[in-house]
């Protein structure tokens, strides 16, 4: 039986995008940051949080606009984003679809 060259490849793709997951979650761990999966739907807001530690954010899929400290970001995937502890931010997603990103906070 042959499977097939689209198979294969997103079978192959899929393992590259797991490993590439991995080695983010491992490096924010040795940076001290928690590391977890949030998803949001269109227009999705999230308005006026503050938080007391540092935070990551690294966009997986969709779009997403951060706003904070009078700046909007559209960080691209795989861009890692610092939102410094206390500073009030605003996410949304600006998108179509479904987003999906990584966000963690500083551990003490």
């Known amino acids: 039986m042959q499977v097939s060259t689209c ?13 590439k997951l991995e080695l983010i979650v491992d490096d924010w761990r040795q940076r001290g940051f928690s590391c ?4 949001d739907p269109p ?8 938080h007391d530690a540092d935070e990551l954010l690294m966009l997986l899929e969709g779009e997403i606009e951060i706003q904070m400290g009078g700046s909007i ?14 500073m009030r931010h605003t996410v949304v997603n600006t ?14």
């Open 7 to 19: 198979r294969t490849t997103s079978i192959s793709l899929l393992c590259h995008m797991t490993q």
């Open 36 to 39: 977890d999966t949030w998803s």
């Open 73 to 86: 970001l559209h960080p691209a995937i795989a861009e890692e984003v610092t939102i410094p502890a206390g």
């Open 43 to 50: 227009a999705q807001v999230w308005s006026d949080f503050v």
């Open 95 to 108: 998108g179509a679809t479904a987003n999906r990103w990584l966000y963690g906070y500083k551990i003490d």
